[in-house]
Structures are given as C-alpha cells and as structure tokens.
C-alpha cells in the first residue's frame, strides 16, 4: 500500500512528453515516474498498425519457409537463400517483442 506522497517539478514541455511516455506504456504518470526512477522495464505498448505490420511479417516468414521447404530438393540453393530469409524475419520479429 502506498502512502507516502512525493512531489517533483517540472516544466509543462516535460510533463506533457511524461504524459505521452505514460501513455503509450500504458501506465499512469506516476507509475511511469516509479518505474523509471526504480529501473524498472517499461514496455511501451503497440499501436494497431505496428500490431498489423508484425502479422504481416509473421505470414510472410511462414510462407518463405514453405517455399524454402518445397524447393528443397529440386533446388537446394534457392531453398536456403529462401530459408535464410525467412530466418532473417524471424529475427526482427523477436526484435520486435522487445
């Protein structure tokens, strides 16, 4: 339970760049301010198009692994380069959860 009460100034510039921060992690300015004071993680949250840009390229790796599986034995150096990519989208979007 918190009880104490802590006060800090700031200029309007600050708090509003505090209120957006808070905002787009989903917390409240104090929350935020806690959290940042204490190093604590602060994941900011995603926005409806960044959430459609990872669905996106989640379909796309999968579809680059199955071509990579269906060119496998015709052609195995396609297949590779086609995996190696799909790897590589597979990267950022681990990346990306961060």
Do not use: W
Request: aromatic content about 10%.
């Amino acid at each position: 339970m918190k009880k104490e009460f802590v006060q800090f100034r700031c200029s309007i510039y600050e708090k509003k760049l505090l209120r957006v921060k808070a905002d787009r992690s989903g917390l409240s300015i104090s929350e935020y301010c806690r959290r940042a004071a204490f190093d604590d993680r602060i994941i900011e949250r995603l926005t409806q198009e960044q959430i459609e840009m990872y669905k996106m390229l989640t379909k796309y790796e999968v579809n680059f692994k199955r071509i990579g599986n269906m060119y496998r034995k015709r052609n195995p150096k396609l297949a590779d380069e086609v995996v190696h990519l799909a790897n590589e989208i597979r990267n950022h979007l681990l990346s990306f959860r961060k």
